[in-house]
């Protein structure tokens, strides 16, 4: 088993409770981690043989791109898109930041990880 990261995909989204949150957007960072059986991948030196990680940042952006109110839900639908394009994959980890958060004080970002197996 080992470990593909993707770390601080920046990204510019609409999600948040707020109206305002939709219409103004804010900065987003996504941290990826996936595992799967990397051994065959590691001897043949194939593509097709392992998790392709511009796929991933694919299905990252995508979710990204669809407006919603929490960030638990947008984690939950990356975690969902890929167990269902990426077959090889047989655990995933998000965290979906929010940076500069709209909650009356000086946070830098706010952050929900979630953590699901096959």
Known sequence: MGTIRLKNIKIYAFHGCLTEEG????????????KADLNKASKSDELADTVDYVMLQKIVR?????????????????????????EMVNEVKVTVAKRNPPIGGDVAEVSVTIKEKR
């Open 62 to 86: 995508e979710e990204m791109a669809i407006r919603a109110k929490l960030l638990e839900h947008v984690a939950k639908r990356i975690i969902d898109s890929i167990l269902l394009k990426v």
């Open 23 to 34: 219409q103004i957007g804010s900065d987003y960072l996504v941290n990826l981690s996936v």
